[in-house]
């Protein structure tokens, strides 16, 4: 028995998240686009160009339902990630998917911009039914500039009011004697030239002002979608790495937040690799790599499309199937090989983002994103510390395969 099966078998299921080197088994997330149109003007993203006028050729709900349940045979512990556009101006397909989660057992996650969460009603609502974690998307802590970069003015404010009412009602139901509502309420940050150096401010806004469970780091990639001249990423995506991951630092100790070498490795080593790039108003379309290679999402995403085209990414660089039948899913998964062969030597930007990179940035994982679950959740337990002792020294990084 090599050292590593020693280690896995010391240590709960939960702490093996730690280990990414974990062969594929069963997909974990599948990713379900509801639609494409978006009600923000956001400099870095193309979704409020699109348009869902052909929504007849979309997935349809009994679709959507076919492949939630495909999903869950392969893995009932799995979680299901809505994406849009703004999947919010869709309620009735944002409900049917979280609501068919719920009564499957799988979990439901969402990121949204906020701007339809204007009342307790909604955000009553959204516990109840809702995705188990929302995440809330921040530009940052200070309005102007999250109104500059999400192009239209006041939607700080619809945000931080978002976030507000869900954690009102989370409190409200809890103090009710209601069975507590446990919907983890997050801030995705995107993180940029602008707002690099305000990360402690940032995340004492989220943490401390609004209250919100989480703060998420998002850094920039090239624009989401189609965008031929990307000059919001060729001028803002410049970061100093240094000063970065000492902001990153500070913040960790601040805030208790449990942050992994591995991943803030990964963090310079992206950044690092934009830097000098000279194509980069290319977006997506240029040739730049990063240096090393970050991402496990063929080893456990299923992204499906508005029109029900499965991948192992969000790239259509990568062959996709369309999924029509019963069984497709599964069969999807298994007859894609070839794809994951492909994507290993995959070095695009994407890698750092949280849907695909390999390492957890904490040291405390959400349970539905480790590769499997124990079914009863423990503390922190012996394996754990073993492991977070691990992740100071070189032992991460080899298990991580950086
Ligand atoms: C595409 S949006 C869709 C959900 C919702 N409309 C929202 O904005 O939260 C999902 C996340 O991607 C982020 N995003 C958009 N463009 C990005 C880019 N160029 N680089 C990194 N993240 C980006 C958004 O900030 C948001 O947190
Ligand atoms: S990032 Fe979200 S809110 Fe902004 S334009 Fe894209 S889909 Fe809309």
Redesign the pocket.
């Known amino acids: 028995m090599g050292i590593l099966d020693a280690i896995r078998r010391l240590l709960p299921l939960e702490d093996v998240a730690l280990v990414p080197d974990a062969p594929p088994g069963v997909p974990r997330f599948l990713f379900l686009q509801v639609n494409k149109r ?1 009600n923000l003007r ?1 400099l ?2 193309s ?1 409020w160009h699109e348009k869902d006028t052909d929504r007849a050729n979309y997935l349809d709900a009994a679709g959507k339902q076919r492949l939630m349940g495909e999903f869950h045979a392969l893995n009932p512990r799995g979680a299901v990630v809505i ?5 919010m101006l869709d309620l009735e397909d944002y409900f049917g998917i979280s609501k068919e989660c719920r009564s499957l057992g799988l979990t439901c996650v969402s ?3 906020g701007t339809r969460v204007r009342n307790a009603e909604m955000a009553d609502r959204l516990l109840r039914e809702g995705p188990h974690e929302i995440s809330v ?1 921040l530009n940052s802590h200070r309005p102007s500039l999250h109104d500059e970069t999400r192009g239209v003015r006041g939607s700080f404010d619809k945000a931080v009011q978002a976030l507000r009412l869900l954690l009102d009602a989370r409190a409200r139901q809890a103090a009710a004697g209601m069975d507590a509502p446990k919907t983890r309420i997050y801030v ?1 940050g ?1 993180i940029f030239n602008d707002n690099y150096r305000e990360l402690e401010d940032f995340y004492d806004f989220v943490l401390n002002d609004v209250g919100a469970d989480k703060l998420k780091l ?7 979608g189609d965008t031929e001249v990307d000059h919001f ?1 060729a001028e803002r995506h410049r970061m100093e790495p240094n000063e970065l991951v000492s902001a990153i630092r500070r913040c960790d100790a601040r805030f208790g937040l449990g942050l992994t070498e591995a991943w803030i490795g990964n963090v310079r080593m992206y950044v690092e690799s934009l830097q000098g790039a000279n194509d980069l108003v290319r977006g997506w379309g240029a040739d730049t790599r990063t240096r090393d290679h970050i991402c496990n999402t063929y080893e456990r995403n299923i992204m499906v499309d508005h029109y029900g085209v499965a991948r192992l990414c969000f790239s259509t660089e990568f062959r996709g199937v369309k999924l029509e039948q019963s069984g497709d899913l599964a069969r999807f998964w298994r007859e894609t090989d070839d794809v994951r062969e492909q994507m290993r030597q995959c070095n695009r930007f994407c890698g750092i983002s949280h849907s695909v990179r390999r390492v957890s940035a904490t040291t405390t994982p959400a349970a539905y994103s480790l590769p499997e679950r124990s079914p009863t959740p423990t503390g922190v337990s012996a394996g754990r510390r073993i492991l977070l002792s691990l992740s100071q020294g070189r032992w991460t990084s080899r298990l991580a395969g950086n």
């Open positions: 978006c956001c870095h993203c979704f994406c849009g556009g703004e999947s990121v949204i911009n998307s995705m995107l998002n850094f920039l990639q090239p624009s989401f990423f």
